[in-house]
């Protein structure tokens, strides 16, 4: 399953994106996606992930609040709304997937995207 992110940019600080994930060759519904981010500086961190039915989702705390994540099952996209965005959110976002079952464990994720470059810089 290969994925594509798209929907990264420059915005201010408290603005705001909306990442989507969509699979290249569809049936992401089967899978748990999650979304995480790297920077240079830093290595790759969980940010959020929503189960095969969208109905459970989990974020790190540095993001609740600001962040939703959720699935279209019909058109099989998950997106990643970020508001209020800070700059220690900075960094290339990439979506993965995981087995149904294993959708909170983060070390159950492979399969990335080539990521979305996400800056927030006045």
């Known amino acids: 399953l290969q994925l594509v992110e798209s929907g990264g940019g420059l915005v201010q600080p408290g603005g705001s994106l909306r990442l989507s994930c969509v699979p290249s060759?569809?049936?992401?519904?089967?899978?748990?996606i999650g979304w995480f981010r790297q920077t240079p500086e830093k290595a790759r961190e969980a940010v959020s992930c929503?189960?095969?039915?969208?109905?459970?989702?989990k974020y790190i705390d540095s993001v609740k609040g600001r962040f939703t994540i959720s699935r279209d099952l019909s058109s099989d996209t998950v997106y990643l709304q970020m508001s209020d965005l800070k700059s220690e959110d900075t960094g290339v976002y990439y979506c993965?997937?995981?087995?149904?079952?294993?959708?909170?464990?983060?070390?159950?994720?492979?399969?990335w995207g080539q990521g979305t470059q996400v800056t927030v810089s006045s």
């Open positions: 993965a997937t995981a087995p149904g079952e294993y959708f909170d464990d983060w070390k159950s994720y492979g399969d």
């Open positions: 060759g569809g049936l992401s519904h089967f899978y748990a």
């Open positions: 929503i189960n095969t039915s969208g109905k459970k989702t």
